[in-house]
């Protein structure tokens, strides 16, 4: 069965710097979403894309969050200048028609850890 | 930012036990999803359902959406260790996102 698969799986950064989070979605799917989790804490909402637009973000995703999809294949998060509270898992997420319609797909995420 | 509150917390029970899950709300919801997560892995999609008092069954699993679309359940018959993992309910109502609940932590022991 096809899946969403991140690299890297896990990643340390120190407070400041700029990191890219990188998410292959299914290779149909049309919709794309970032979400993250706190430890211990509940699944956010970041932002979800769709035809090479951002359709939707919280107020989490302020001006330190971008997202691009720079080709046909990969869909990434950047945080510009890394905090300490930025520390979480990071989760992409695709779906082919929009959340009403089809279900959401996972990878298995990115947990970044900020130093 | 819409407010799904799942209770229990946490549930530890004995092998072949059921239980039952909660996911309550005060908004209504076009739509609702039930997912599984491990440990270091994303949430896996268990079950979405869209229709007031909508009730899906997958296996041991017993899904149930309210009435009002406000609230749903997950009722587990015969627990086995192989259903430990972390329960999340999601939501939809309008807009291209789903608001995760607070989740459910089950362990069932051997």
């Known amino acids: 069965e096809p899946e969403v698969t991140q690299t890297p799986s896990h990643q340390v950064t120190q407070m400041g710097q700029e990191v890219i989070l990188r998410c292959v979605p299914i290779s149909n799917h049309l919709y794309f979403y970032w979400y993250r989790q706190i430890l211990g804490q509940k699944v956010e909402f970041l932002v979800s894309?769709?035809?090479?637009?951002?359709?939707?973000k919280s107020e989490i995703f302020d001006d330190q969050f971008s997202v691009e999809r720079p080709d046909g294949s990969n869909f990434t998060l950047k945080i510009r200048s890394t905090k300490l509270e930025d520390s979480a898992m990071y989760f992409c997420?695709?779906?082919?028609?929009?959340?009403?319609?089809?279900?959401?797909?996972f990878g298995n995420g990115t947990r970044l850890t900020v130093t | 930012t819409q407010l799904l509150e799942q209770s229990p917390q946490f549930l530890s029970i004995q092998e072949g036990e059921n239980l039952t899950v909660y996911c309550n709300s005060s908004?209504?919801?076009?739509?609702l999803q039930w997912y599984r997560q491990e440990p270091g892995e994303g949430p896996v999609l268990l079950v979405t359902?869209?229709?007031?008092?909508e009730v899906k069954k997958l296996k041991r699993l017993t899904f149930q959406f309210g009435d009002a679309r406000k609230d749903s359940s997950l009722h587990i018959t015969a627990a086995q260790p192989g259903d430990t993992g972390l329960y999340l309910c999601?939501?939809?109502?309008?807009?291209?996102?789903?608001?995760f609940g607070t989740g459910t932590s089950l362990t069932v022991i051997p």
């Open positions: 894309f769709y035809n090479n637009e951002i359709s939707e």
């Open positions: 359902v869209v229709t007031g008092g």
């Open positions: 908004s209504v919801f076009s739509s």
């Open positions: 999601a939501g939809s109502n309008t807009g291209n996102q789903f608001y």
């Open positions: 997420a695709s779906s082919f028609r929009g959340v009403k319609n089809s279900p959401l797909h």
